[in-house]
């Protein structure tokens, strides 16, 4: 645990898929992600059936054809994505785990934050047309790290308004999913 920890903080990315999500908006997104492959793998399927009959008189339509059935393969795939977010979500909506402990940190954390300022703002600062610089393209998140007395432990909070008022040093007890380690609610004091 102590080695996935620091690679995590190090990296600025979370090892732990959907890390930080509330459950019940993974089964609400991994539901919406479903639908929307099963209505394509429809319309797929019916553009391949009347493709097919093309396909004897055009040499192009039986390449379109193809094309159609790896969409449908990449479908699947994205569909059953979509179902391992929506179990995730379901395994993970009533349980929670109380670790106390003693707040290390609260940091802003984005991706390859680790490297050296220069190299940053040549991978993600970009200029418009216009001359203004775009945001950084990376999505922030929010760090809560805190010494459980057997290690440190980390979290993602998604909604920073949830670490208002902690501090470095100060005695916390982390309320959280088990799977996915969103963060239910921070109790002070232990």
Same mark, same amino acid.
């Given at each position: 645990?102590?080695?996935?920890?620091?690679?995590?903080?190090?990296?600025?990315?979370?090892?732990?898929?959907?890390?930080?999500?509330?459950?019940?908006?993974?089964? +609400?997104?991994?539901?919406? $992600?479903?639908?929307?492959?099963?209505?394509?793998?429809?319309?797929?399927?019916?553009?391949?059936?009347?493709?097919?009959?093309?396909?004897?008189?055009?040499?192009?339509?039986?390449?379109?054809?193809?094309?159609?059935?790896?969409?449908?393969?990449?479908?699947?795939?994205?569909?059953?994505?979509?179902?391992?977010?929506?179990?995730?979500?379901?395994? =993970?909506?009533? &349980?929670?785990?109380?670790?106390?402990?003693?707040?290390?940190?609260?940091?802003?954390?984005?991706?390859? =934050?680790?490297?050296?300022?220069?190299?940053?703002?040549?991978?993600? =600062?970009?200029?418009?047309?216009?001359?203004?610089?775009?945001?950084?393209?990376?999505?922030?998140?929010?760090?809560?790290?805190?010494?459980?007395?057997?290690?440190?432990?980390?979290?993602?909070?998604?909604?920073? $308004?949830?670490?208002?008022?902690?501090?470095?040093?100060?005695?916390?007890?982390?309320?959280?999913? &088990?799977?996915?380690?969103?963060?239910?609610? +921070?109790?002070?004091?232990?």
């Amino acid at each position: 645990m102590e080695k996935a920890t620091s690679w995590t903080r190090f990296l600025g990315v979370s090892l732990r898929p959907f890390s930080g999500h509330a459950p019940l908006s993974l089964i +609400l997104r991994g539901a919406l $992600q479903a639908a929307i492959c099963i209505v394509l793998l429809v319309v797929g399927a019916r553009m391949r059936a009347e493709i097919r009959h093309l396909a004897a008189v055009d040499a192009g339509a039986s390449r379109l054809g193809g094309v159609l059935v790896l969409a449908g393969v990449v479908l699947v795939v994205l569909a059953l994505a979509a179902l391992v977010k929506i179990a995730v979500g379901i395994l =993970d909506l009533v &349980p929670r785990t109380s670790v106390p402990g003693t707040v290390v940190s609260i940091s802003e954390r984005k991706f390859l =934050d680790f490297l050296p300022d220069a190299v940053n703002n040549a991978l993600w =600062d970009r200029k418009n047309t216009v001359g203004q610089s775009w945001a950084e393209r990376r999505r922030v998140r929010h760090e809560l790290v805190i010494d459980t007395g057997h290690g440190t432990r980390a979290w993602t909070l998604r909604n920073r $308004q949830k670490a208002r008022g902690l501090r470095p040093g100060q005695a916390v007890t982390v309320v959280a999913s &088990p799977l996915v380690g969103y963060v239910d609610r +921070l109790e002070s004091g232990i």
